[in-house]
C-alpha cells in the first residue's frame, strides 16, 4: 500500500474547504487543489560544493500527496511535439519525455539502490490538444471547482511545448489537481507538464553548449507528478552563495543550467521520497507525515 500523508496535513490544505450540515453535524466535502511550480535555468553551475547525490539525504514532499493506484488514468499521459524547436527529431524528443518518468518508473540511479517503485507511467501516444490546466477555465469543471474560474480540466494528462516567459527563467512548469476527499481516498484528477518553447532545447547524450536537455528538466518535473517536491522551495537556493545549493545534484533541485544532465537519474533524497510515497520505508519527517 503506497504511504500518505496524514489527514492533518490535508486538513491545513483544506481550511478553505466548503462545510455542509450532515445528520446535525458537519462534515467537509471534497474539494480541488490546484499545484503549480516551476524548475529555473541558472546561467551556469552553482559553484558551491554540492553534496554528491548518493550521499544526499535531503528531499521534501508536496502537501497534497496522494496515493495513486498503479494503472489508474493519473499514470497515463499525451505527447504534444510541435512546439518543440524545429532541428530537433519529434520522435527523440518523445523518448526524453517518457524516459523522465522511467526514471521514477523504475528508480534510476547510480547509487547502487534497487528498484522498489510501482509507478507504471505510459505514453498513450501524440496529442494537438493545448494542456489545459494552462487555460483558464470557462465552464464548471475547473480547478479549483469553481464555475467559470480556476483552471480548465479536460480529462487528460498531457505534455506539450508551449510558449510561457520567453528564453531564460522558466524552463518548465507542471500543474496539478488533486481532490481531497475527507471520507473517502484523495485522488489525482489531472495533471499537465509545459515545457517553454522558447528555450534551447536538445536530446542528445552530450549537450552543446550553451542547451538544455529535455530528458534532464522530463525527470525533474515527473518527480512532482509522483508527488516529490523541490528538495527547496526557495529561488535563491539556486545562487551559489545560499546553502542550499549544496543539494545541485537531486534531481528535485529547483533550478537547472546549460548542458546539465545530472537531474536524469535519482539521487538518495529523491529515491528515499519516492519509497515513502510507494509505501516501503516510513516517512523520515515527522513534519510532513
Not at 517503485?117 to 469553481?146: H, I, K, M, W
Request: with cysteine; charged share 20%; aromatic share 8%.
Amino acid at each position: 500500500m503506497r504511504g500518505r500523508l496524514a489527514r492533518s496535513v490535508a486538513v491545513v490544505i483544506m481550511l478553505g474547504g466548503a462545510l455542509v450540515a450532515v445528520g446535525g453535524g458537519t462534515e467537509q466535502v471534497p474539494k480541488r487543489y490546484l499545484f503549480q511550480d516551476r524548475s529555473e535555468l541558472v546561467p551556469s553551475e552553482p559553484s558551491s560544493l554540492g553534496t554528491a547525490a548518493c550521499a544526499d539525504p535531503a528531499g521534501t514532499l508536496h502537501p497534497w500527496t496522494v496515493p495513486i493506484t498503479p494503472n489508474d488514468a493519473s499514470e497515463k499521459y499525451y505527447i504534444d511535439v510541435s512546439g518543440a524547436p524545429s532541428d530537433l527529431s519529434g520522435e527523440d524528443v518523445k523518448f526524453d519525455v517518457q524516459s523522465g518518468f522511467a526514471s521514477w518508473n523504475n528508480e534510476y540511479n547510480d547509487c547502487g539502490r534497487s528498484d522498489s517503485s510501482n509507478f507504471v507511467f505510459a505514453s498513450l501516444g501524440a496529442t494537438t490538444r493545448y494542456p489545459s490546466l494552462f487555460e483558464e477555465g470557462s465552464g464548471s469543471d475547473n480547478c479549483p471547482e469553481q464555475p467559470n474560474e480556476g483552471m480548465r480540466l479536460d480529462g487528460y494528462n498531457d505534455v506539450a511545448f508551449i510558449s510561457l516567459d520567453g528564453p531564460g527563467g522558466t524552463l518548465a512548469e507542471v500543474r496539478v489537481c488533486a481532490e481531497f476527499n475527507p471520507s473517502g481516498r484523495d485522488r489525482v484528477l489531472e495533471w499537465d507538464i509545459a515545457f517553454d518553447s522558447a528555450e534551447d532545447w536538445q536530446t542528445t547524450i552530450s549537450p552543446s553548449a550553451g542547451v538544455i536537455d529535455i530528458y534532464n528538466v522530463a525527470t525533474h518535473e515527473a518527480g512532482h507528478v509522483v508527488g516529490v517536491a523541490h528538495v527547496s522551495g526557495d529561488p535563491d537556493s539556486c545562487v551559489s552563495l545560499n546553502p542550499q545549493s549544496v543539494h545541485k545534484y537531486l534531481t528535485m533541485f529547483r533550478c537547472s543550467w546549460p548542458e546539465a544532465i545530472v537531474h536524469r537519474t535519482l539521487g538518495l533524497g529523491d529515491m528515499l521520497k519516492l519509497e515513502y510515497i510507494v509505501g516501503v520505508r516510513p516517512c523520515d519527517d515527522p513534519a510532513e507525515c
